[in-house]
């Protein structure tokens, strides 16, 4: 697989181990009667809802976090458990599906951010089947400069901007070779670095200069070749857009992720957009053709300002949307199938009105795309 979009940091060291039994044990034992574990045990947390097994984590800086836990479950049953950073939840009643038996392990894998210094990650039952056994935890931490543009921390050279001014019909586009590196653009209003976290930061007021084909404004990135041509890519193959963010501010909702149609047809519509509500409510829609008419799939709660993550992967004919780690399909209607298509990702806000206050503000913190 290719990768045509990867978030350029400074330099992480390699994944840090932290043993289950080294950990803050709720209602559970450290055992080793089922083999494969790594360091001197794992644990078996009671099969009681709210037993937990918490790691102390240390980080050198703040950062986007991957977590990958190792565990088993023999039982036949998923066992969902609640993952969160120090109090906040970052994937809630994950599932552990079931291993072929104890002495089989696996692993699941959740992104968030840290603090520097030392964090609490803590695995909580959400059933009274209890959390799986659990070996270990191995986090890694990639730093977001707070002092560069955008372009510094994510490979921007392949996606271009849309921003919420210009003139009516005709919104300001900012392409690639603007945008990429250190000292690449930025905007105060609409596109910065976050100074305390690094964060790639969005913002779209409700008034703002839109598209011929939209009624609402949006800060949002483009999907683009790395020869600066237009991105547009045939449904078949495997295509993935990853991305780890937080909704600080929305009026009516926000769509944050997209999959637009390209060339092969007239339609101007998406095949899908995800869109996150004040109430913590996201959404998945699919259209129904390119003619237009869009179904709403709900697939997950986070609250506002709290971070997950999103995968949006096109493959075998399908839509598959992972939310925090939980994962559903959709088929796509063979009326797309002389379509190409790109990635849209950023802030395009739902709502419209004359006040230049009102609007949404999104933090992205990962964001991958891959072709393959």
Not at 44 to 56: K, L, M, P, Q
Not at 106 to 130: E, H, I, L, P, W
Not at 263 to 282: F, H, M, Q
Request: net charge negative; hydrophobic share 35%; glycine share 10%.
């Amino acid at each position: 697989m290719i990768a045509t979009f990867v978030p350029v940091a400074a330099a992480a060291a390699a994944a840090a181990r932290y043993e289950a039994e080294n950990a803050t044990i709720s209602q559970g034992i450290l055992e080793t009667l089922h083999p494969g574990y790594s360091g001197s045990g794992y644990v078996n947390a009671d099969n009681v809802v709210g037993s937990y097994v918490e790691f102390t984590i240390t980080a050198a800086s703040a950062g986007a976090a991957t977590i990958t836990i190792r565990y088993a479950n023999g039982t036949g049953v998923d066992r969902p458990s609640t993952v969160a950073v120090n109090g906040s939840a970052v994937a809630t009643a994950l599932s552990f599906p079931a291993t072929a038996n104890w002495d089989t392990w696996a692993d699941r894998t959740v992104t968030t951010s840290v603090n520097a210094g030392t964090s609490k990650v803590r695995v909580t039952a959400t059933t009274a089947n209890g959390p799986p056994n659990i070996d270990y935890i191995d986090v890694d931490v990639t730093g977001l400069n707070p002092n560069v543009a955008p372009g510094g921390n994510f490979d921007l050279s392949v996606w271009s901007l849309q921003l919420p001014i210009g003139s009516p019909g005709s919104p300001t586009t900012i392409p690639p070779a603007q945008l990429k590196g250190p000292t690449g653009y930025a905007n105060p209003q609409y596109f910065w670095t976050d100074k305390n976290d690094g964060s790639m930061t969005f913002w779209d007021p409700e008034a703002g200069v839109t598209t011929p084909n939209s009624n609402y404004a949006r800060t949002e990135l483009r999907e683009m070749n790395p020869n600066g041509s237009a991105a547009d890519w045939a449904l078949t193959g495997t295509h993935r857009l990853s991305a780890r963010l937080r909704v600080v501010s929305v009026t009516k909702s926000v769509c944050v992720g997209q999959v637009h149609l390209g060339s092969g047809g007239t339609s101007t519509k998406p095949l899908l957009e995800l869109y996150y509500a004040p109430n913590g409510n996201i959404t998945l829609g699919t259209e129904n053709s390119p003619d237009g008419g869009q179904t709403l799939h709900p697939v997950g709660n986070v609250p506002l300002g709290t971070q997950w993550s999103y995968v949006i992967a096109i493959s075998g004919g399908s839509i598959n949307l992972t939310i925090n780690g939980n994962t559903t399909s959709y088929p796509i209607p063979s009326s797309f199938n002389q379509y190409h298509q790109y990635f849209k990702a950023g802030d395009y806000n739902q709502s419209s009105s004359s006040s230049t206050t009102n609007g949404a503000k999104v933090k992205f913190y990962a964001l991958t795309v891959t072709h393959g």
